[in-house]
């Protein structure tokens, strides 16, 4: 018998109607995109694991699906390192290459390899999945798509005000609401300064991102549970719970970071940001929000996150400044930020809430009856001038029973159905059918395809 297939756990498979679906989100994104002067490329899957290995932390690390060097890819071990059974000297020996695990650390490496080729400062988007060994779990998959947005070789704030313009008329023309939250990295760095742990910047961001999921206690424990002192702990429980409008957490926070240099440049950051994008008349609500700390260690400025309002799910859309990135392939000194739309939660929250527009997920408007080889060669010419029109046609391919033409049209949804007989052809229309309120009419073909446009346009 044979073996039933499956697909690996974290991984799903889309059909007709959810492709139509996701490219809706593609095609919104990769407009409000190309509004803005940026320009797409391609990364390839898979990158060597001295690109991938030490850029994401300890945590990402993990997380990275390794691949099997080619071949016997057991002949440079010997038998004494396989029985001792230790994965990460095993895998630094018989991987060379891993999957992915986001689109910033190719574009980083994608930058410096292509440095004399680029005009600065270069504003790139790259839509493409990536793969990550994390537990399966609603909103979270193994393989899912990123789409992100970068500039690098500018330091201007100007930057971070354009990308928080994109997120707030992506998610306006997706009709979801949302919170924008923003903080710095140097607001968090500072904070590590002041309450005597500055060592332990990664440590503290690490445990304050996961707030929303492990509430207070759950951060305190692991506060302490990495080192960090009753004390220090003590002091930041103020911050971390600080209330009220943007303006009075800003004032709030400079006041304790009043003595660390670095903390109060992150507040001065965030404070222009705040004052541009006041003016810019965003659709959508900009918090500024202390206990956001994004877990990645290549940020280095201001970072972002967003919240779905009417859905509970998590980051939806992340970003940030990391101004050093390209240093680790030996390009120092190049700023860069960008952000990163979650295609695959995005597409949970628009399901959740009903929000896909008719038109995205039309697929046929129009089906022509096959009644034989007469009927089909007076439809064909008619079903091409209906495509030049704009209009999504098929002719069945078959001489099929009737219900059995119908049925196909109903199961794709389709809106229309054209039919010639002798009568029609005689008079040179068609009838057609409106699938939905069952109304027919007999047509010519001008009036036929100002009938299936205007409902398509109307969502009727």
Not at 37 to 64: H, R, S
Not at 211 to 222: H, Q, S
């Amino acid at each position: 018998m044979a073996q039933k297939p499956n697909i690996p756990k974290g991984t799903r498979d889309f059909s007709p109607v959810e492709m139509a679906k996701r490219n809706y989100i593609f095609n919104t994104i990769k407009q409000v995109y190309a509004l803005h002067g940026f320009q797409q490329i391609e990364t390839p899957a898979m990158e060597t694991l001295q690109t991938l290995m030490g850029k994401y932390g300890e945590e990402g690390d993990k997380l990275l699906f390794k691949i099997l060097n080619s071949g016997d890819f057991t002949n440079k071990v010997s038998d004494e390192e396989l029985l001792g059974r230790k994965p990460l000297h095993l895998a630094a020996r018989i991987c060379e290459k891993g999957l992915r695990y986001d689109l910033t650390v190719p574009f980083a490496r994608y930058v410096v390899m292509h440095r004399d080729e680029l005009q600065m400062p270069f504003k790139r988007f790259q839509i493409q999945p990536v793969w990550r060994a994390d537990r399966p779990q609603k909103g979270r998959y193994r393989e899912f798509y990123q789409c992100d947005a970068d500039i690098v070789g500018s330091d201007s704030l100007l930057n971070e005000v354009e990308l928080m313009q994109m997120v707030d008329d992506v998610f306006r023309k997706f009709g979801i609401r949302v919170a924008i939250k923003i903080n710095n990295r140097k607001i968090l760095t500072g904070i590590a300064e002041v309450i005597g742990e500055a060592d332990k910047i990664v440590e503290i961001t690490v445990a304050i991102d996961k707030l929303d999921k492990i509430g207070l206690d759950g951060v305190n424990a692991e506060l302490a549970a990495v080192g960090i002192s009753e004390e220090a702990i003590e002091k930041i429980q103020p911050i971390i719970v600080l209330q009220g409008s943007n303006e009075e957490k800003l004032e709030v926070i400079s006041e304790v970071l009043a003595d660390s240099v670095v903390g109060m440049k992150g507040v001065e950051e965030v404070k222009t940001i705040l004052t541009i994008l006041q003016n810019c008349k965003l659709h959508n609500e900009i918090q500024f929000d202390l206990t956001l700390a994004r877990g990645l260690n290549y940020y280095t400025g201001a970072i972002f996150e967003v919240k779905a309002l009417d859905v509970q799910i998590g980051s939806i859309t992340g970003g940030g400044r990391y101004d050093n990135l390209t240093g680790i392939f030996g390009m120092p000194g190049l700023s860069g930020v960008g952000i990163s739309f979650g295609a695959d939660r995005i597409y949970d929250v628009l399901n959740t809430l009903d929000l896909y527009p008719q038109e995205a997920v039309d697929t046929t408007q129009l089906l022509y009856i096959n009644f034989g080889d007469k009927e089909t060669a007076y439809c064909m010419p008619m079903a091409e001038e209906c495509r030049k029109a704009g209009i999504s046609c098929e002719i069945f391919p078959d001489k099929a029973k009737m219900k059995k033409q119908m049925a196909y049209a109903n199961a794709k949804g389709i809106r229309f159905v054209a039919l010639a007989g002798d009568n029609e052809i005689a008079e040179g229309k068609v009838t057609l059918k409106n699938m939905e309120s069952g109304n027919q009419q007999l047509v010519d073909l001008q009036t036929l395809i100002n009938t299936v446009k205007d409902s398509s346009a109307n969502g009727k």
